[in-house]
């Protein structure tokens, strides 16, 4: 794998793009290290994508990512879920709900899904095809 990236490399800088490590098994884990090893002084980005809150977060993936901020370059970049204000504005612009429910809307809504866009997104949708 570092010798394909390392060529791949060679005419042009590259990104390295792996989404979703919470659901990554250890041999995948031990993949990464073995190329922020072997590619240090490479033109590479490497973007990791996880999450860190439950049920995806396990105490072995904590563990092996904490790891991986040893290696020099390595960045960790912690993204909030959305708050109650933004995720009325949402709702507001994506579900016509009159202004009174829009609040206890948005605080329910962020209970169910932590702020995470992709969630709330999919929970409007479900709720929006069953109330129609």
């Given at each position: 794998?570092?010798?394909?990236?390392?060529?791949?490399?060679?005419?042009?800088?590259i990104?390295?793009?792996?989404?979703?490590?919470?659901?990554?098994?250890?041999?995948?884990?031990?993949?990464?290290?073995?190329?922020?090893?072997?590619?240090?002084?490479?033109?590479m980005?490497?973007?990791a994508?996880?999450?860190?809150?439950?049920?995806?977060?396990t105490?072995?993936?904590?563990?092996?990512?904490?790891?991986?901020?040893?290696?020099?370059?390595?960045?960790?970049?912690?993204l909030?879920?959305?708050d109650t204000?933004?995720?009325?504005?949402?709702?507001?612009?994506?579900?016509?709900?009159p202004?009174?429910?829009?609040?206890?809307t948005?605080a329910?809504?962020?209970?169910?899904?932590?702020?995470?866009?992709?969630?709330?997104?999919?929970?409007?949708?479900h709720?929006?095809?069953?109330?129609?």
């Amino acid at each position: 794998m570092t010798g394909f990236l390392r060529r791949l490399s060679v005419d042009r800088p590259i990104a390295l793009v792996l989404e979703d490590l919470h659901w990554a098994q250890l041999p995948t884990l031990a993949m990464l290290e073995h190329v922020l090893i072997g590619c240090a002084d490479v033109r590479m980005l490497v973007v990791a994508t996880f999450r860190t809150t439950e049920p995806d977060r396990t105490e072995e993936l904590v563990t092996r990512l904490a790891d991986l901020h040893r290696f020099d370059g390595v960045r960790r970049l912690d993204l909030e879920g959305l708050d109650t204000e933004a995720i009325a504005e949402f709702v507001r612009r994506t579900q016509q709900l009159p202004t009174p429910s829009l609040r206890s809307t948005a605080a329910l809504l962020r209970d169910k899904t932590g702020g995470n866009p992709f969630f709330l997104n999919e929970l409007c949708n479900h709720l929006e095809i069953r109330a129609g």
